[in-house]
């Protein structure tokens, strides 16, 4: 079972830090989409999405890789982190990805510190995450995704 995880994690390095705690336990090939403009996926089972979420989004570099370089009927997850929980952050991602007929196994999400814009003036939201609580349901989530 090989997987990749595909990231983007530039604004704390919070969604980063999840996969930080995953790579703890667990071993895979890890990809920043910020470093790379497009990447060969092929000889994966398993292909993560991870970003901290930007205007409601994955960042566009990791929609981007998935648009061009998922292959066709891959395994697929989704890790992201925000700074004010809503629902349909990965919609944008789960529709790149099911026009490659993936599988969607499950998605993790959490808070993570968010200083964009006013929230800078008050020191930010989210302050003190992703937590270890955090970190520990990230690695809980990987190891209970179907193999
Ligand atoms: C330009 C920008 C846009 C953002 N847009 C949103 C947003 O739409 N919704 C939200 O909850 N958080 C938003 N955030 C906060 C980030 O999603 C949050 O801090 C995340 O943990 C950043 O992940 P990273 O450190 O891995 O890049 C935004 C942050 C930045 C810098």
Same mark, same amino acid.
Not at 53 to 64: E, G
Not at 76 to 96: H, N, R
Not at 120 to 139: F, M, N, W, Y
């Given at each position: 079972?090989?997987?990749?995880?595909?990231?983007?994690?530039?604004?704390?390095?919070?969604? @980063?830090? !999840?996969?930080?705690?995953?790579?703890?336990?667990?071993?895979?090939?890890?990809? #920043?989409?910020?470093?790379?403009? $497009?990447? =060969?996926?092929? +000889?994966?089972?398993?292909?993560? =999405?991870?970003?901290?979420?930007?205007? $409601? @989004?994955?960042?566009?570099?990791?929609?981007?890789?998935?648009?061009?370089?998922?292959?066709?009927?891959?395994?697929? =997850?989704? !890790?992201?982190?925000?700074?004010? @929980?809503?629902?349909?952050?990965?919609?944008?991602?789960?529709?790149?990805?099911?026009? @490659?007929?993936?599988?969607? !196994?499950?998605?993790?999400?959490?808070? %993570?510190?968010?200083? =964009?814009?006013?929230?800078?003036?008050?020191?930010?939201?989210?302050?003190?995450?992703? $937590?270890?609580? #955090?970190? +520990? %349901?990230?690695?809980?989530?990987? %190891?209970?995704?179907?193999?």
């Amino acid at each position: 079972m090989k997987t990749a995880i595909v990231y983007y994690s530039q604004h704390h390095g919070n969604t @980063k830090k !999840l996969i930080d705690a995953i790579a703890a336990q667990y071993e895979f090939t890890l990809i #920043d989409a910020a470093q790379t403009a $497009s990447v =060969f996926l092929e +000889d994966y089972d398993r292909i993560g =999405f991870a970003s901290g979420v930007y205007y $409601s @989004k994955f960042h566009k570099s990791v929609l981007q890789i998935a648009e061009q370089d998922l292959p066709h009927n891959k395994a697929v =997850f989704f !890790l992201y982190t925000y700074g004010a @929980k809503k629902d349909g952050y990965t919609k944008s991602i789960a529709e790149v990805v099911r026009k @490659k007929s993936a599988r969607i !196994l499950g998605e993790f999400g959490c808070p %993570g510190l968010d200083t =964009f814009g006013p929230f800078k003036l008050v020191g930010g939201i989210a302050k003190g995450h992703p $937590s270890q609580e #955090d970190c +520990d %349901g990230a690695v809980r989530f990987y %190891g209970s995704l179907p193999s």
